[in-house]
């Protein structure tokens, strides 16, 4: 349908119906002090002079596509089959948002029953709900869950967490009588046990850790899991969720709850979102889990129906008796994640998580012999690994990024006690070209 602008004439048998002669006459009653004083914007243009305009400034921009990029810490490039984008894309996904209306919305309803399933086999855990707004979102309310469930008023976090996480949660909390305290990392970049076992008590509902953590390692979480429950605790976990079809998923080290970020499911970098938070539990936590469920069930005729489920009508209308505000999900972004896990099945996703792990450990390694490097925390990593340079690191960023190199991320600013120190994050997708021109040009800095 062609847009059709509001003519003169059409302002005119406006204002004939409302019994004006214009607009002045139609606000004449309100105080020329409360009116507005106009506009200080530049003359308009045509649609072909802007689109010439926006596409100029557009041309000025680079994206992490222009470059040998190393980034990662949360936002993930990985290959995205065309099989995502072609059925995202399609007019009847793409316009659809809220299915209240079951009867009318059973394709959506499927879709986001489709991915909760994979996501709940994924993760190793009985439930998946139909997606967060991010990861940090889905992190923070699943901290508030188990702090409800268990009646209890303080959370230990991991200092391994994502920052961003972290600090969401903690806003989360702040105003309430609840309280965070961070568990700190050892040495050796992992969950510091011994402080863990000297701060649970009567007072902590809930212990929250990464695996892999921000720092791209994979831990052992057997003993923190068991000291957690034996203190009658609630235990969540997060982590880039492709590493859960290759290491233990959260499910099978025994976690309570899964919340985190799978934009690296089939969803591209977007600069900085929309992303899709997962968050998955327990079928002893099912009718407290936030934000949408859809379950499936036979109408009167016997036929199949997919319909929201285990939601009090107070989530969405009455948000002083609701367990969460989170009453609308992402529904086009699961749908992306949905059609990356149903292309690439079991097989294919370890297949692209193997490769993620031999590809970080084949870097990691050749930055180790560099002589002016060194990794500061061994053991084993997904994607992700921590360096850190002998010389200054802003100067050497800067001269990367002047050869096309986005050399990773700087962590300083999160974590002040590792100054000079940066995240390098290797996915399937780099070459052993591009690995080379890297491990090459930090040689010659």
Request: charged share 20%.
């Amino acid at each position: 349908m062609n847009y059709s602008p509001l003519t003169d004439a059409d302002r005119q048998d406006m204002f004939s119906a409302i019994g004006v002669k214009s607009f002045d006459d139609l606000i004449a009653n309100i105080p020329l002090t409360l009116r507005g004083r106009g506009l200080n914007l530049p003359q308009g243009l045509s649609e072909f002079e802007l689109r010439g305009y926006f596409e100029k400034i557009l041309s000025s921009g680079r994206t992490a596509g222009d470059f040998n990029s190393f980034l990662g810490a949360g936002s993930y490039d990985h290959y995205i089959p065309a099989v995502v984008p072609q059925i995202v894309g399609r007019g009847e996904f793409v316009t659809a948002y809220t299915p209240y209306q079951a009867e009318a919305s059973q394709g959506t309803l499927q879709a986001i029953f489709e991915y909760q399933s994979m996501m709940a086999e994924l993760t190793g855990l009985e439930v998946a709900n139909g997606s967060h707004y991010d990861g940090a979102t889905a992190f923070a309310e699943g901290i508030l869950l188990a702090l409800r469930t268990t009646q209890r008023k303080k959370a230990l976090i991991a200092r391994t967490v994502h920052p961003e996480y972290r600090a969401v949660a903690a806003t989360y909390l702040a105003g309430t009588d609840h309280t965070v305290e961070e568990i700190p990392y050892t040495r050796a970049g992992g969950l510091d046990l011994d402080f863990l076992k000297k701060k649970l008590s009567s007072e902590v509902g809930c212990v929250a850790v990464s695996n892999p953590n921000f720092f791209g390692m994979v831990e052992n979480l057997t003993e923190a899991v068991a000291l957690t429950h034996g203190n009658q605790s609630l235990f969540l976990m997060t982590g880039h969720p492709l590493s859960f079809s290759v290491f233990c998923s959260p499910g099978e080290w025994g976690a309570d709850m899964a919340c985190g970020e799978a934009q690296p499911l089939g969803l591209g970098l977007n600069f900085g979102g929309p992303y899709i938070g997962y968050f998955a539990a327990s079928h002893a936590l099912m009718r407290k889990i936030p934000g949408r469920l859809v379950g499936l069930t036979t109408d009167r005729c016997g036929k199949r129906a997919f319909v929201l489920t285990l939601q009090a009508r107070e989530q969405h209308i009455r948000r002083e008796k609701a367990s969460s505000n989170i009453c609308s999900n992402q529904a086009l972004c699961a749908l992306a994640v949905c059609v990356y896990l149903s292309s690439l099945g079991w097989d294919g996703i370890r297949e692209v998580a193997s490769l993620n792990i031999e590809k970080a450990c084949k870097l990691r390694d050749q930055i180790s012999k560099l002589r002016e490097f060194e990794i500061p925390f061994g053991g084993t990593v997904f994607n992700e690994f921590v360096v850190r340079s002998r010389k200054p690191l802003e100067p050497l960023m800067g001269k990367l990024f002047e050869k096309g190199i986005l050399a990773g991320h700087a962590l300083e600013k999160s974590y002040p006690e590792l100054k000079d120190h940066f995240l390098v994050t290797v996915t399937e997708k780099k070459t052993d070209a591009q690995m080379l021109e890297f491990t090459e040009c930090l040689r010659g800095l």
